[in-house]
């Protein structure tokens, strides 16, 4: 039975989830990263060593960094770029020298993933993450206020917006603001600090930076990125996996250039290399209702070096994550579709054929609710998606075998 590499997004030491933890609920590789180095600056070779050699060493492997950030710098195209590109390309040699050979980054401007709730409660008791378009529209407007924002909104956008802030107490309001700016933000690389004093105005100054980068320009960037990181990475056998923006549309101003099958078409129609790659992910990519997951999957399936699955209930703009099996995503055919390319990667003689996956984010169910998690990354949630996903694969694998 040809299996999909089990594996766990790890935030290091001081992740409550230790690896210990993570060898007993059968994880086989770890997903993590150099979370003590900020974006830009260069990965150690003694540092990539200590981490790798403290996951060996509790009978796991390094399978995925997830990420090696890249700098807003880079995004931009600032003076500084070639500083940035140089210890870019250094940290794939260091990375690659050392046998780790897949590296997940995304090139979104200014700010991750977006959520506007981030304890939304569910029938059955469970907590997931929402985001709110409206309730989003209003944080922009009427909390963060950025310049020129209303120019980005019908009328009728806007009164509803309105409505929310009117409903938000001074306090909610202020949360609000923190969790989409800082908290979901700070544990992966975040480019505001969690301890920034007058956060709402030093993200309006990163937003100012982006004021004349639209999305061709960005495109140009992220063209130049890859012109100059592929050969490194083709010279030391690593393969880069961008991820999908999440949620995959034009957010704050801000250009969105990884959410659809023609985003990808173009990504890659820049270098035809298999180093060239895509990290999947269903939970980004399925928010967008004309967006064919199994359309995509099936076009870019021989450069998916990684695998992030979950699942949303989408509700236009609206949406919350659902788990890993119910919801927008046909999980069982998008699990289908990455087997048979496994098997079609190992009749060719591809080393790279067992793809690692990983759970992404879950709901928040039992003991969870006593831990100190980052949003999104419970320990039961995710524990119950990782063996929903192998249930699925187990039975798909049987009809594989037995047809």
């Not at 890659?268 to 004309?290: A, I, M, W, Y």
């Not at 054929?353 to 992404?360: A, F, G, K, N």
């Amino acid at each position: 039975m040809l299996s999909l590499e089990k594996t766990w997004r790890w935030f290091g030491e001081k992740d409550p989830i230790t690896l210990k933890d993570l060898r007993q609920i059968g994880v086989e590789g770890v997903v993590t990263s150099l979370h003590d180095t900020l974006p830009g600056e260069l990965w150690a070779e003694e540092k990539i060593l200590d981490i790798k050699n403290n996951i060996t060493q509790a009978g796991l492997h390094w399978s995925v960094v997830e990420s090696l950030p890249v700098s807003e710098g880079i995004k931009q195209h600032t003076a500084d770029y070639d500083r940035l590109i140089h210890n870019y390309m250094e940290s794939l040699k260091n990375l690659g020298k050392n046998n780790i050979r897949t590296v997940c980054y995304n090139f979104m401007p200014a700010i991750d993933w977006v959520r506007t709730d981030i304890q939304y409660l569910l029938p059955e008791g469970g907590e997931v993450m929402y985001f709110n378009y409206p309730k989003f529209i209003a944080f922009d407007l009427f909390i963060l206020q950025r310049p020129g924002a209303e120019q980005d909104y019908t009328q009728d956008q806007k009164e509803k917006a309105a409505q929310v802030f009117q409903s938000l107490a001074p306090e909610e309001a202020q949360e609000l603001a923190y969790n989409i700016i800082v908290r979901t933000q700070s544990f992966i690389h975040g480019s505001i600090p969690s301890d920034t004093a007058d956060y709402k105005q030093a993200f309006l100054n990163l937003l100012a930076a982006y004021s004349d980068i639209n999305q061709t320009k960005l495109r140009q960037h992220l063209a130049q990125f890859l012109s100059d990181v592929l050969p490194v990475a083709a010279e030391y056998g690593v393969n880069l996996c961008i991820h999908p923006d999440d949620p995959p549309f034009p957010l704050l101003g801000l250009p969105r250039i990884v959410s659809t099958l023609e985003d990808l078409q173009w990504i890659f129609g820049q270098n035809p290399s298999l180093h060239n790659g895509l990290t999947f992910c269903s939970g980004s990519l399925s928010v967008r209702e004309d967006n064919d997951l199994g359309l995509i999957l099936k076009t870019f399936a021989e450069r998916v070096h990684f695998l992030h699955l979950r699942n949303n209930m989408v509700l236009g703009r609206d949406f919350y994550e659902s788990g890993h099996i119910d919801g927008s995503a046909n999980m069982p055919e998008l699990i289908w579709i990455i087997l048979q390319e496994q098997h079609r990667r190992k009749k060719e003689g591809r080393s790279d054929y067992q793809i690692p996956v990983r759970p992404d984010h879950g709901i928040k169910l039992l003991d969870d609710f006593q831990k100190d998690l980052p949003p999104g990354y419970p320990l039961v949630g995710r524990l119950a998606g990782l063996k929903e996903i192998r249930g699925i694969e187990t039975g798909l694998n049987y009809r594989m075998n037995n047809s």
